[in-house]
């Protein structure tokens, strides 16, 4: 365990407001430690299909990516929304490289076996290549990640932001402290969900089931959690929920929601 | 003058043909030398925008680039054409990544001085960053570079694939032995323009000076042949201009045509 290494998510909602990303960007570029950035898509997606007249296939409740959806996904995530955070974290003298998981080979993913559901062109990702990853950073650049991979047959492949960021995460844990860092709308996991104020500082498992007993932590954030867990369980350091705005605050453990083994 | 390195640009004719385009990286991915792919963009650009009901804006017969051309332009340069290119060589075994000129800083712009035309968001190239290059190349990284650049003010430019490619070249050569490979739908500078026969193997400043005394290499090809003798003159070993069939040969002088200075 050697240098630290920070592996931050940015959801849709961030990436739909300007102001928002441009605060966020800021922030993220005056951080020093090695960091890589894994950005979901946010609606432009769908307002692209939309234009495109691309209807959005749902079978059972589930979006299908068909090939259509595929390039709208592949323009969008990886071109128009990855190239310019890129520009931006660059004009900030953060010297940004921007990949999807085919670029380097770093995050390999297997189309999803059909079963009941066809989802199409999505990937469940099979390998992250933490030694290429390694090399990037060694050359001091900062990965910003589309939430796209590969296959071995040259397939691209839509892929969840969120498992991204963790499959990172966990396989950087074999050489670096890393910690996971959710950046979302909220201020932190609420011990009352109606009240933004009633973030709860710290959890470990033993805390996290006191909660979850009394319904304080309710359905919504219960799967989130259960993956933060798995995380710190395969070597994460910490896993920390914040808010978009709290980036620089949430490293040094003065804002959002810690979480760790003890 | 260490190691050979080749920076090879592909046009929109083989981007826009999907048999010559997995012809053309089943060739490339079987090269042995550290190299570079620029590729440029195809009609998929032009054909996205008439989806999008985004109209070409012409002035004085160039085309000019909005800012709604210029998202289409990173969407399908910069994603869909570049991370397609990138998947299909990492399926070859060859380490692919993709990359505009925002990412890692590699090749900066600015954006073109309003004379008597407004181009819109089109870069000029100010720098590449060899340095930069030359920690992906030693990573075994195959840069897969896309006809995009940024500016300091972090704006995404659209640049000319033919410039971005001798400006790298021009920019490698100060570390590397550089063959800059033009792959176009010809099997080289003809001396018969009717006569897909009559290639011309060799061409130095004296041939090149007396083809043109006799008209037998025409105005079309004149800029193109004068931007090539000007990478020549800024420290490229060689240039070649070769069908993109005709790659492998190519690069060992059995096809093609090949600029040297003497």
């Known amino acids: 365990m050697s240098e630290s290494l920070y592996v931050v998510k940015i959801g849709g909602n961030v990436i739909d407001n300007p102001e928002a990303c441009a605060r966020f960007l800021k922030d993220f570029s005056e951080l020093t430690a090695s960091r890589i950035l894994v950005h979901g898509g946010g609606k432009v997606a ?32 990886g071109g128009l ?7 931006q974290l660059q004009a900030s003298a953060c010297n940004a490289i921007g990949l999807t998981g085919a670029d380097g080979g770093i995050i390999r993913s297997v189309k999803r076996p059909v079963k009941t559901i066809d989802y199409g062109f999505v990937g469940d990702i099979e390998a992250v290549n933490d030694f290429q990853i390694n090399a990037l950073l060694s050359s001091k650049l900062v ?12 397939l691209l492949l839509n892929t969840n932001a969120d498992t ?11 050489s670096a402290e890393v910690k996971l860092i959710y950046c979302f709308e909220k201020k932190g996991v609420l011990s009352n969900p109606e009240d933004d104020a ?20 309710n ?11 798995a995380a710190l369980e395969q070597g994460v350091a910490q896993v ?18 810690t979480l760790q083994l003890k």
């Open 240 to 257: 920390i929920i914040c808010h978009a705005d709290d980036l620089k605050q949430a490293v040094s453990g003065s804002a959002g929601t």
């Open 81 to 87: 929304v990855n190239k310019n955070l890129v520009a």
């Open 143 to 154: 990965p910003v990640i589309a939430p796209i991979t590969y296959s071995n047959e040259g």
């Open 164 to 174: 991204m960021a963790s499959a990172t995460a966990v396989a950087m844990a074999k």
């Open 46 to 77: 769908t307002q692209m299909a939309s234009r495109l007249q691309i209807e959005t296939q749902m079978v059972d409740g589930r979006r299908i990516t068909d090939k259509a959806m595929l390039d709208v996904v592949t323009m969008v995530y």
């Open 219 to 229: 359905k919504g954030m219960i799967p989130k959690l259960d993956n933060a867990f």
């Open 198 to 217: 009633s973030v709860i500082p710290l959890l470990t498992p033993e805390t996290y089931a006191s909660y979850k007993s009394t319904g304080a932590i």
